[in-house]
């Protein structure tokens, strides 16, 4: 698992560590591959393998990155197996407020009933409820997309300007936009939707990113989240 004493340093990174610092869909899935190919003697194999409790370090590995695989699948991939280029959690992460406004229209029961089929397909649910014990690995890849979207707000124009693009928020204003927007997400708007048991530890990794981002900011952290 992730040497965490590594993490957000400027240190050369090695498995597994190399494959969660890389924020491009492409590049993780190449060094994933690699990993498998090492690990797996199956190397054909994309099915997650069944282990008795008395597996072999190898064994567990290779189921781990079996896991890890489906996680990337899930979060890459469009639901015909191809890869588009589109960031599967970023298009939940931009959905849920507009199911949210629809939780109670009479209309928008569909609108809703489809986000939540895709919340537990995209976040792999069923496969946790498999693999509790891998929970780690779900952590892990939000952790990664956490640091991907916090790298992106910070330099996207769009984010961080005002008043129709004409100025740019301050560093403090951005600070408190993206904790109320990390919290707003992963906490408030799934609880109205009845959905904080799938977003459990999306939310968990989302607090920990915000924390790991920006150590300096405790007060704006604990102000953001005792919201809830």
């Given at each position: ?204 990794a989302a607090e920990d990113s915000f924390l790991a ?16």
């Amino acid at each position: 698992m992730i040497d965490r004493t590594k993490w957000m340093t400027r240190e050369e990174y090695v498995w597994p560590e190399n494959y969660y610092r890389e924020t491009d869909g492409d590049r993780r899935r190449d060094i994933l591959k690699e990993q498998i190919q090492k690990d797996v003697p199956d190397k054909e194999s994309t099915s997650v393998p069944e282990f008795a409790s008395g597996s072999t370090s190898a064994a567990v590995t290779g189921q781990a990155n079996q896991i890890r695989l489906k996680l990337w699948e899930a979060r890459y991939l469009d639901d015909k197996g191809r890869r588009t280029g589109t960031d599967n959690y970023l298009k939940l992460w931009n959905m849920i407020a507009v199911a949210a406004e629809h939780r109670k229209s009479l209309f928008g029961k569909k609108t809703v009933r489809v986000f939540e089929e895709q919340v537990r397909q995209v976040l792999q649910v069923g496969l946790l409820r498999e693999y509790p014990e891998q929970e780690e690995l779900w952590y892990d890849e939000y952790m990664n997309f956490f640091d991907f979207y916090i790298n992106i707000c910070q330099t996207d124009k769009s984010y961080t300007n005002v008043l129709f693009h004409l100025a740019k928020i301050s560093e403090e204003q951005l600070v408190l936009k993206l904790a109320e927007d990390l919290w707003e997400k992963t906490v408030h708007l799934p609880k109205e939707l009845g959905l904080s048991g799938e977003f459990r530890l999306l939310a968990a990794a989302a607090e920990d990113s915000f924390l790991a981002h920006f150590p300096e900011e405790r007060e704006v952290h604990q102000r953001v989240w005792q919201k809830g």
